[in-house]
């Protein structure tokens, strides 16, 4: 049991350790690139899905691993933490008993002539190996 909480552990670090660095790459990419950006960064990261938030949870760019699949937005839970500048991981569970990994961080755009604004939130969702999955039940 403490193995598979040290690999779940290690797994979330490193989840979002990936997501803030996308964050970062987003904020100085020109909003006419973030569609394909983002899915570039997705495939790269191996997250399920990457999903870049506008204030108002209006979504500007998103890509998954699954087409057709309903994009879910940040909780208001997400959104607190992110409003303290305190980036946002969660080992949650899926109806299929499987769990995944839910990380946020805020994008600060620092493009060329980008004007002071609320930051974006790039809310990324990353799959739990089916083995450490089983052990976390």
Do not use: K, M, W
């Not at 495939?43 to 108002?56: I, K, Q, W």
């Amino acid at each position: 049991l403490t193995l598979s909480q040290t690999a779940l552990d290690v797994q979330r670090r490193r989840n979002l350790d990936e997501v803030e660095r996308i964050a970062a790459r987003l904020g100085a990419t020109d909003p006419e690139s973030l569609v394909a950006e983002i899915g570039a960064l997705r495939r790269d990261s191996g997250a399920e899905e990457l999903t870049l938030f506008a204030p108002g949870q209006r979504i500007v760019a998103t890509s998954s691993a699954r087409p057709g699949a309903e994009v879910r937005y940040p909780s208001e839970e997400i959104l607190i933490q992110l409003r303290e500048r305190r980036p946002f991981v969660s080992i949650e569970p899926l109806p299929d008993g499987a769990y995944e990994i839910v990380v946020a961080a805020t994008v600060d755009a620092i493009r060329q002539g980008a004007g002071r604004s609320d930051p974006q939130v790039l809310l990324g969702r990353f799959a739990v190996e089916p083995r450490l999955s089983a052990l976390a039940n």
